[in-house]
């Protein structure tokens, strides 16, 4: 048996998968990471070029021509980038670092491949591929926010199906609207594909049908498990539209559960009755493997999930202080931002800080301690899954035979406000509203629960603000329970057990996406957060069009 999917050609993808593409990654106002998949091992060359050069129109339409300008012939602006891709070992991705560049300038780029006697363009002749730098001083500022792509389903038939992939089209409307005023780039807040989102392209339940021992050796291999994820990132990235979104405007990223296993990190897994493997792979009992052999199948997969997630995600976002540590940070002026990795380290069969670890932990306080708050005025912080979302009677109810007949023990265990969690989150709530105290205005940013929504935090006794703003999914057309017990469960304000009150300014249930609008010379932040709507025109005979609308749009008062 052949587990891999290198060549596998029955996949049952119902979009082109992704071959070459682009992400403009980690940008300052001099510099750039650029993302890249070659789509082949061979000698490459990355075209970068200012839009305001003389001959910028003629030199786009000459990308076109084949064969292309030689190289000597090039513009004196344009900068010639050469690299190799020796063989398969990151799936032919590559991310050139470029320094150098001009703040708040916009630059074009093309990508060439030279395996041939003539260059021939890769990306950039079918349209004008840019981006652009920081400014250098301070000045508004608007970035996008969305999370959780899954736009598949599967039909009566057993087919794959696509839902909801409009959405990326709102999306680039809204970034294209607001990039002539002050749009500077994206976060994916966490769950950026799905491995397991869909049954027809689930690669756990892949798992669960071929695990097996043979001649002495337990397989699938991980090579093999790398190959699976590779295929979901291929096929989740393959749309026009979000290649354009990617390939347009500083990324910054984040993962969370799906990019893993669903539930990752949050199922009990000890011997005795409450061991849920069977959660995860529920077959293994009949696999002819022992628990032990099996678990090494899942541990595998996490090596698996996390190499690919650095292939395809990390590799562009800012570099951390050292491999595999997957929390970063960057600032933009009077603007800090801070990423937490809720899933690299998540584990609730740990004794204590089952979430981030205590050695994120302490970054984190590190981080916050050092923020100058004479210059530092704007903090956000992106957490997958919300640091308040559901009531604590309900976040606890896992052990309860509904959350069980129901299968979202592992989501409630998610849950930040989860019992097992409560030292780690008020820990992270103390560190925030301490920084709170300090003047630093503080928005958490989240995604994970398929429900959008917005919550002002009050610190009883100092008077303190931070604001949770949860924005979820951007295509994702099945509701979670979680999502409903929010709407149905938890009060539109009150007080928690934390020692601070509560007030949701905010609820949506639909597919949706944000945008974050600071303006430090108003002193104002804005949260908007946008959705669609089918419009029908009479007199046209096409189908139904959607139209991107503002569902919410809040300025985040910070004062007591």
């Known amino acids: 048996m052949n587990d891999s999917f290198i060549w596998k050609t029955d996949r049952p993808w119902p979009n082109q998968r992704l071959n070459t593409g682009a992400i403009i990654g980690h940008t300052t106002d001099t510099s750039t990471r650029i993302w890249l998949r070659t789509g082949r091992t061979g000698g490459f060359i990355l075209l970068l070029y200012p839009l305001e050069m003389e001959s910028c129109d003629s030199f786009h339409a000459s990308l076109k021509a084949v064969p292309f300008t030689r190289i000597g012939d090039l513009p004196n602006e344009v900068t010639v980038y050469e690299f190799k891709v020796e063989d398969h070992g990151r799936d032919t991705t590559h991310v050139e670092n470029i320094t150098g560049l001009e703040p708040l300038t916009e630059y074009g780029y093309a990508l060439f491949g030279m395996n041939a006697s003539l260059p021939r363009i890769l990306l950039g002749h079918d349209r004008k591929m840019t981006f652009r730098t920081m400014p250098d001083t301070t000045a508004p500022m608007s970035f996008g926010f969305y999370s959780c792509h899954m736009p598949y389903r599967k039909t009566l038939f057993g087919n794959t199906e696509l839902v909801n992939i409009e959405m990326w089209d709102c999306f680039n409307e809204v970034l294209d609207r607001h990039y002539k005023e002050d749009l500077r780039f994206i976060i994916g807040g966490g769950d950026q594909v799905y491995t397991d989102g869909v049954a027809t392209l689930d690669i756990w339940s892949f798992l669960n049908k071929v695990m097996r021992k043979e001649d002495g050796k337990v397989l699938p291999g991980k090579d093999d498990m790398v190959s699976w994820y590779r295929d979901i990132y291929r096929g989740y990235w393959g749309f026009a539209s979000l290649r ?249 304000e009150g007080h928690s057990e934390d020692g601070y009150t509560f007030e949701r300014l905010a609820l949506y249930t639909d597919s949706n996406f944000s945008l974050v609008k600071v303006d430090p010379e108003r002193d104002r932040v804005m949260f908007q957060l946008y959705g669609q709507q089918i419009v029908s025109d009479p007199f046209e005979e096409e189908e139904d069009v959607a139209m991107t609308h503002a569902i919410a749009r809040l300025e985040l008062n910070f004062n007591a």
């Open 244 to 492: 354009k979104a990617f390939s347009s405007y500083p990324t910054y990223m984040i993962w969370d559960d799906h990019e893993l296993g669903d539930g990752w990190g949050s199922h009990f897994l000890k011997q005795g009755k409450n061991d849920e493997l069977h959660e995860i792979l529920p077959d293994w009992k009949d696999s002819g493997l022992t628990r032990t052999e099996v678990l090494s199948l899942v541990n595998d997969m996490k090596d698996a999930g996390c190499q690919v997630y650095d292939e395809y995600q990390h590799s562009h976002n800012p570099d951390a202080a050292e491999k595999g540590q997957y929390d970063y940070s960057t600032r933009f002026d009077c603007h800090a931002f801070y990423f937490l990795d809720g899933r690299g380290h998540r584990d609730v069969n740990k004794a204590s800080d089952r979430i981030l670890g205590a050695d994120q932990m302490a970054r984190f306080e590190q981080w916050l301690s050092e923020l100058d708050t004479e210059i530092t005025r704007y903090v956000f912080i992106v957490s997958a899954v919300p640091l308040v979302h559901l009531c604590s009677l309900v976040a606890n109810a896992d052990d309860n035979m509904l959350a069980d007949l129901a299968g979202i023990q592992d989501d409630l265990r998610d849950a930040w406000e989860h019992e097992l969690h409560d030292d780690e989150r008020r820990r992270l709530l103390r560190l925030l509203f301490d920084a709170a105290d300090r003047g630093v205005k503080i928005s958490i940013l989240s995604g994970d629960v398929h429900t959008s929504a917005a919550f002002r935090l009050k610190d009883d006794e100092t008077g303190s603000i931070i604001y949770q703003l949860t924005s979820s999914a951007i295509t994702y057309n099945k509701p979670r329970l979680l999502g409903w017990l929010l709407g149905k469960t938890v009060a539109e």
